[in-house]
Every structure is written in C-alpha cells, then in structure tokens.
C-alpha cells in the first residue's frame, strides 16, 4: 500500500502563485507515472497533468502555460508549480500515482483563487 499526501493548498489572489507538493510514503516515483487531478463541487474530476517516470510532462490545455508538473524522485516527491491563478483553477486538487492498473490517490488540497 502507498499512501500520498498533498500539501501546499491555500487561498491566493488571481494571478498569484502556489505550489502543490505529493509526497509518497515509499519509494515509487521510479516506476509510476504520476498525475495532477482538480475536482469542484458537483462535477467530475478533471486531468491536470501527468509526468511520466522519464519525465515527460502533458498538460490540459486550461493548464498548459501557467502549470508546471515535477518530480524528485529522491524525495519521493512530485510537485505542481502553478501561476497566474484564476478563479476557474479553485478546486480540490488530487495527485495519482499509477502503474498498470494499480493506482493510488491521495486525499486531496483545496485551492481557492479568490479576490
């Protein structure tokens, strides 16, 4: 079992910045390849981003521009730089790791983009 914990969520004014960090609870960041997922209340959740275990990154074109996804393998953990925040990007955000069809979540940071 793997468990992911996500940090760096808050309120931020649009156009600022945050940075999302999921930390994994053993080493898996070699091997699996590692999304970003946002969720509102009401609706599904929506693909942000994924970073392979190469490195390789993709993004959703609401993203592309503005986010950043990372990972340290070392640390065990991924990242989610994201700037010039909008209000559309509040969300509960979500990192997933996944190899074959093992996949883990993890709980969830909320980010309010709010004047």
């Known amino acids: 079992q793997v468990q992911l914990v996500e940090s760096g969520g808050g309120l931020v004014q649009p156009g600022g910045s945050l940075r999302l960090s999921c930390a994994a609870s053993r080493s898996i960041f070699n091997a699996y390849i590692m999304d970003w997922y946002r969720q509102t209340p009401g609706n599904e959740r929506e693909w942000v981003a994924t970073i392979t275990s190469g490195g390789s990154a993709n993004y959703a074109d609401s993203v592309k521009g503005r986010f950043t996804i990372s990972r340290d393998n070392a640390k065990n953990t991924m990242y989610l730089q994201m700037n010039s925040l909008k209000p559309d990007d509040t969300a509960v955000y979500y990192c997933?790791?996944?190899?074959?069809?093992?996949?883990?979540w993890g709980q969830g940071t909320q980010v309010t983009v709010s004047s």
């Open positions: 997933v790791a996944h190899y074959g069809a093992i996949i883990y």
